[in-house]
C-alpha cells in the first residue's frame, strides 16, 4: 500500500509539471519550464522511494503498470477539474482496457 500512495503522490506532482502549465499559456516558455523542473523535482521524491519499496513485491513490469494506471486516473480528474475538459465515453472505454492490461499483468498474483 505504501508503494501505491507514494506513486499516488508522485503523479499528482508530475501530471502538474507536464500539464499545469497549460492553464498559463501566456507565461513565458522558459518560466514554464523552470517551474516544470521543480515540481518534477518534487515528483521524484515520491517516485524513487516507491520504486525501492516496491520492487520484489512487484516486479518491474508490474511496477510500471501501476504507475501508468494511476497516471490516467490522477490525470482524468486533472483534465476535468483543473483544465475543465469533459470527459467523453471513448475515454471511459479506454480505461477499461486499461483494467484489462492490469488484470492480464497480475494473473499470476490474482
Not at 521524491?45 to 519499496?53: G, L
Request: hydrophobic share 60%; with cysteine.
Amino acid at each position: 500500500m505504501k508503494t501505491i500512495l507514494l506513486l499516488l503522490c508522485s503523479n499528482i506532482f508530475m501530471t502538474f509539471a507536464w500539464y499545469g502549465h497549460l492553464k498559463y499559456r501566456k507565461a513565458p516558455l522558459f518560466a514554464a519550464i523552470l517551474v516544470s523542473w521543480l515540481i518534477a523535482f518534487a515528483e521524484y521524491c515520491f517516485q524513487v522511494p516507491a520504486n525501492r519499496i516496491g520492487y520484489g513485491q512487484f516486479s518491474a513490469f508490474q511496477l510500471k503498470i501501476i504507475q501508468e494506471v494511476i497516471t490516467l486516473c490522477v490525470f482524468v480528474v486533472f483534465a476535468w477539474w483543473y483544465l475543465g475538459e469533459d470527459i467523453k465515453w471513448n475515454h471511459a472505454v479506454s480505461f477499461l482496457f486499461l483494467v484489462g492490461a492490469v488484470t492480464f499483468a497480475f494473473w499470476g498474483k490474482l
